[in-house]
C-alpha cells in the first residue's frame, strides 16, 4: 500500500486548509517558499496586496493557494488572473490545477493562437477560476462568453511584463468590468513606480511583500560574459555547447529573425535546436515547449518570449546569444535557471559595441559579471570590409568572486566587449591598469 504523504505542517501554520494541504502533500511541496511565507496570510486576511518576488520562487502558488482556498466551487467565475503570454496562461492553469486537485476547482487558460471554440466550449461549463491573457479576455467579454460579475479574486501575475507589452489599456478595461467586490493582488518581479502607480488605481490600501531583497538574480546562477566578435558567434556558440554539454539550454536572441536564422544553422551542423519565438503558430509553440519540458529536446532557440514565467524544471544554462538591449531582460532570462534552489550558468555573449550593454546589466544586478576565456578559441577573421584601422580595447580582470569556470581561472584578463583577434591578444599588449579604468572605458564604447 502507499504510504500517505504528511501534510506539511508550515503550510497550515499560515492557514491553508486540508484539501490543499493534500494536494502539497502530493506534489511534494514542505516548505513555503518566502514569498509564500509573506503573501498567503496577507491575502487569507483579505487585504489587497502588491508582491514583489523573483521569477521563479513560487508566486503562482503564493497567489493561487490563498485565493483558491477562498474560492466555492459551486458559483461561478470567482478568481481571475491575467498573464501576459500564452505560454504562462497554459503554465499557470496547469500549476493551479494541481495544487487545487482535492478542492475540484474548474480551471480554464484562455488565450490567443487557439481557436476560440474550444475555450468557448470549456468556459460553457462554467470554470470558477479562469487564467488569461487580455486580448483573449477582452475577446470573450465582448461576445459575451465571459462574465466578470460574480468577480471576488483579481490576480495580476508579471505585471511589469504585461506593461511594457503594451497592455496597459487592455488591463483598464478589464479591471473596469469587474464591479462587484473584489480583492486584487498583483505580483511582479520588479516593482517600478509606474507599476506602483497603476496598482493604487486597482487596489485599496493594499499590502506591499518585498522578499526580492537587494539583489534580483539568484546566487545559485554562476554568471559569465565572453568578449567575440560578431562573425565569431556561431562558432563560439558551438564550442560552448560542446563544452558545456548542458542538459537543457535556452539561447536567447533580440530578435525572431535571430532566433529563426541560428536555430536553423543549429539545425545544419546536427545540432537538435527548436525556435519558439511569436511568429511560431500557437500549436507548434506549445509542441515545441513541450519536448522541452519533457527534457527530449536539449536546446531551444527563444526571443524573450520565452524570457518571463517559463517555469521548466532542470534549465542548466541560459546563453545570452544575444545581449538584451533591455538590462531587465537579462534577469528575466537568467531566472530560467536555478529555479527553487537549483544550480544554473548563464553565458552572456558580448561584441566590442557592446560593452555599455553588459556595464548597464551590472549596474541593475549590482555585480560585476565575471569573464570567461575559452582556451581553444581561435578568433576569426572579420568577414571583409569589417576590418577598418582595428586596435584592442584595455582588458579587465574580474572582480567579483571566483566563481568564473576553471578555464578562466588561470587567464591573464582579456579584452571587454570582445575577444581581440590572436595577432593583439599576447598579455604584453593588454593594459596593466584594470578595475575602474576598464570600466569608464567600457562605457565609452
Ligand atoms: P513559480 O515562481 O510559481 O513559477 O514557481 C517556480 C517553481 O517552484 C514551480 O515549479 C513550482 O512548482 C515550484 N514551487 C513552488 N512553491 C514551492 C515550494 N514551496 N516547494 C517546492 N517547490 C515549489
Known sequence: MKKAQAAPAAFAELGIEPPLLRALAKIGFVEPSEIQKQLIPVVLSGRDALGQARTGTGKTAAFGLSCMQMVNRDMGLQLLVLVPTRELAVQVAAELLRLSEFLGLRIVPVYGGQRIKSQLHSLGKKPCVVVGTPGRLIDLLERGALSLGDVRFVVLDEVDRMLDIGFRDDIRLILG??????QTVFVSATLSDEIKRLAGQFTRDAVE??????????EEVTQVFIGVEPWDKFRLLQMVLEREQPKLAIVFCNTKRGVMKLAKRLHVEGIDAREIHGDLVQSKRERVME???????????ATDLASRGIDVHGITHIVNYDIPVDPEAYVHRIGRTARMGSFGKAITFVTREQGKLLTEVEKLINLQITEERLENFVPGSPPRGELGGFSPPPGRRPRGPARASPVSAAEPPSVPGGT???????PSQRPKTLGAKFRSRRRRL
Open 177 to 182: 468590468k469587474i464591479t462587484s467586490p473584489h
Open 420 to 426: 581581440a583577434p590572436a595577432q593583439s591578444a599576447s
Open 209 to 218: 511583500v518585498n522578499v526580492s531583497r537587494d539583489e534580483i538574480t539568484v
Open 291 to 301: 519536448r522541452f519540458r519533457k527534457h527530449n529536446l536539449h536546446v531551444l532557440v
